[in-house]
């Protein structure tokens, strides 16, 4: 069953949600209105087969769902005059494609970079509806919990100029009436006690993409970023991979004092993998932490779309 769920912000994100931040909040919905064990039988069960997969927020323009630029091989036949660099360093600042653009990606109509350029630039500039900027607080004394004597500091936050969607694809539909509540209930990411993260959420049927999770070949591009694997044949795929360091959710339940989770290196979303054999789901979930009364997970499954053709 494909899912989508569209999120109207109605404050700023600490920084801009990921599957992973989407995972948390749907862990700590299930764990506040349906008790510990619930979550920790929901935690059990991905460490064998996920029960659902989720994609990375997907902003809207003008009503079309985007989706990051796919990584593909270039195309390009070298810089040779002044209008193909500018034509190259344009491309590189695409951050969006439109779906009918990704569905003709999907359907092996577009191949390579040069390809996606010359589509792009055909259609209506989309704008980055992801905007970064910086809001001044006042800092507490935190021996008066005043801000006398206190100082003033800039925290960079997010804004969403437009709402988003997320695509949840369960493999087991017994989870979907308790994923909904979760994510009506929490708000997603850091900085909860401040206001942030709230949204308001609604919740479609929408089959645009189930072929293309459904009908599975040896190449996909993910929606959300991915730990890699040993199933992944990463010399013939294309690529990005960033590394993430985050500390533990203490907003409903503070834990007995400030922790990190490991660090972990992710293979971006919009990344092009080709992968040695056909499976269900790729990624996995990995122990963050281990602390006296519990273990914490961080999340990392791929959300596939498969290419037909390969």
């Known amino acids: 069953m494909l899912l989508r769920v569209d999120f109207k912000p109605l404050s700023p994100f600490k920084t801009f949600p990921e599957s992973f931040t989407l995972f948390g909040s749907i862990c700590w919905g299930v764990r506040v209105l349906y008790g510990k ?3 920790e039988s ?21 009503e079309d769902i985007l989706f990051p630029k796919p990584a593909l091989q270039g195309g390009w036949k070298g810089v040779r005059n002044t209008e193909e660099y500018k034509e190259k360093k344009a491309f590189k600042k695409v951050q969006y494609i439109s779906t009918d653009t990704l569905l003709k990606i999907l359907k092996g109509e577009i191949k390579t970079e040069k390809e996606l350029w010359e589509e792009v630039k055909s259609k209506p500039k989309i704008e980055n509806p992801v905007k970064r900027v910086n809001v001044i607080h006042a800092r507490i004394n935190r021996i008066s919990w005043t801000t006398t004597g206190g100082t003033m500091y800039n925290e960079e936050t997010t804004f969403m100029a437009t709402p988003f969607s997320v695509y949840i694809y369960f493999y087991d539909v017994s989870y979907v009436e308790k ?45 959300s970023p991915v730990f890699p694997s040993e199933h992944f044949e990463l010399e013939e795929s294309y690529y990005d991979v960033f590394p993430l360091l985050s500390a533990v959710e203490g907003y409903y339940e503070m834990p007995l004092g400030n922790f990190l989770k490991k660090k972990f290196l992710y293979i971006s979303k919009g990344s092009f993998i080709k992968t040695k054999e056909l499976k269900d789901f790729h990624g996995s979930l990995k122990e963050a932490l281990r602390l006296p009364d519990k273990v914490v997970y961080q999340y990392g499954f791929a959300f596939p779309l498969y290419v037909r053709g390969g």
């Not at 929901?42 to 003008?62: G, H, Q, V, W, Y």
């Not at 994510?183 to 006690?193: A, H, I, M, V």
């Open 37 to 39: 064990n619930e979550v």
């Open 42 to 62: 929901l935690l059990e069960a991905f460490l064998e087969k996920p029960p659902f997969i989720l994609s990375s927020p997907l902003p809207r323009f003008r």
């Open 179 to 223: 994923i909904q509540a979760a994510l009506r209930f929490t708000q997603l990411g850091g900085n909860k006690s401040t206001g942030m993260g709230y949204c308001e959420v609604s919740f479609n049927q929408d089959t645009l993409l189930k072929e293309f999770i459904e009908h599975k070949t040896g190449r996909f591009i993910t929606l």
